[in-house]
């Protein structure tokens, strides 16, 4: 009983998606929330050869005795909403606080006028320029909008109650280091804070409802974006090993560096209190861990960097992830 809260130690796309997927079936979960800034997240994750892709709806869809949720710091684009939930036929048990921030077309709008955006290489989904509005208390909330009727609820409600009884997986997007006021790289930066504390304010869970946080380790980071970066490679070195990525979102190619960044997991670890780590996409770390379920599949090369990184952060490892199907992943608990 309790609430998981999956979190990213660095920029992103490391597949907190897919640990919200895989953990909601994995407990069952009552509910499965999502937290972070809005749409300007892609979400995947894949089972067989059926891709599964969302930018709101939290994707513990695959569990179809799971609520989905969104909380009210998530700045929601209604159309997609509906469009999500039901593409993936899950409307009836598809629910956003009614207190959500709505975005709308003119904002989209405002964010492509903006120059220091257009620097920034933000993805333009109109969260930003939602949230100033709504922070200037001008704006529209999700209780609303017509369109959402039936559609909308008290999520932090729901969420503390669910909690107690049962668990709920609090499915975070971004990072830690695109946290606005937390980050030392603003204004590449995205336009709220990103670690475990935010992310369960965006829900509204009380923090001692919370006895599990998760925090996702890439093992090669990437980011998408303009922003310094430190130690990255170059697209030529990238492509030589075989480790070019494209943004779920918008399609871009993901810049990346040349592993764990020891002292920013250390400064990570500190600001989101994990429990436990979870190593992703360990298959582009050693390629024979691809696709690997089981834990005597784990190299030896493997067993050092979770050896370095339990160091690092003084919490164990448990769980790899090593490869896109939403199973693939070795628990070590
Ligand atoms: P914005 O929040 O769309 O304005 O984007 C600001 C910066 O954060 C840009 O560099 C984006 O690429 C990055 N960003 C925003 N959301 C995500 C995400 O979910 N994953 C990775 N990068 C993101
Ligand atoms: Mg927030």
Redesign the pocket.
């Known amino acids: 009983m309790g609430a998981t809260v999956i979190v990213?130690a660095f920029?992103?796309?490391a597949g907190k998606g897919k640990f919200a997927a895989y953990l909601s079936r994995a407990y069952d979960a009552d509910i499965c929330v999502r937290a972070?800034?809005?749409p300007?997240?892609?979400h995947s994750v894949f089972v067989g050869d059926r891709l599964v892709k969302t930018k709101l709806v939290p994707l513990g869809l695959l569990n179809p005795r799971t609520r989905l949720r969104i909380g009210s710091g998530v700045a929601i684009d209604p159309s997609l909403i509906l469009e999500e939930s039901r593409r993936y036929r899950c409307r009836s048990r598809t629910a956003v606080d009614f207190r959500c921030p709505v975005i709308e077309p003119r904002h989209v709008v405002t964010?492509r006028e903006s120059a220091v955006?257009l620097e920034?290489?933000?993805?333009?989904?109109g969260?930003?320029a939602a949230r100033a509005e709504y922070i200037m208390r001008s704006g529209l909330r999700a209780g609303e909008v017509d369109a959402l009727r039936g559609m909308v609820t008290d999520v932090a409600k729901e969420c503390n109650v669910a909690a107690r009884n049962g668990r709920v997986i609090v499915e975070g997007?971004?990072?830690t280091f695109?946290s606005v006021y937390l980050s030392d790289r603003y204004p590449?930066?995205?336009?709220d804070n990103c670690t475990t504390a935010a992310l369960i304010d965006d829900v509204g869970l009380a923090w001692n409802a919370v006895d599990q946080v998760i925090l996702l380790v890439k093992c090669i980071p990437t980011?998408?974006?303009?922003?310094p970066l430190p130690n990255e490679m170059s697209r030529d070195e990238i492509a030589a090993r075989g480790l070019t990525e494209y943004?779920t979102?918008?399609g871009?190619e993901r810049r990346r560096i040349r592993g764990i960044h020891f002292e920013m997991l250390r400064y990570s670890a500190m600001l989101n209190g994990p429990t436990e780590i979870a190593l992703t996409y360990c298959e582009q770390f050693d390629r024979q861990m691809a696709g690997k379920k089981e834990t005597r599949a784990i190299t030896r090369r493997m067993r050092s960097l979770i050896a370095r990184v339990e160091r690092c952060v003084s919490v164990p490892v448990t769980y790899l992830e090593t490869g896109k199907q939403y199973d693939s992943i070795i628990a070590l608990k």
């Open positions: 990213d920029w992103g796309d972070g800034v809005g300007n997240a892609g964010e955006l920034i290489d933000s993805t333009f989904s969260s930003g997007s971004q990072a695109l590449y930066v995205t336009s980011a998408v974006g303009a922003g943004g979102n918008t871009r």
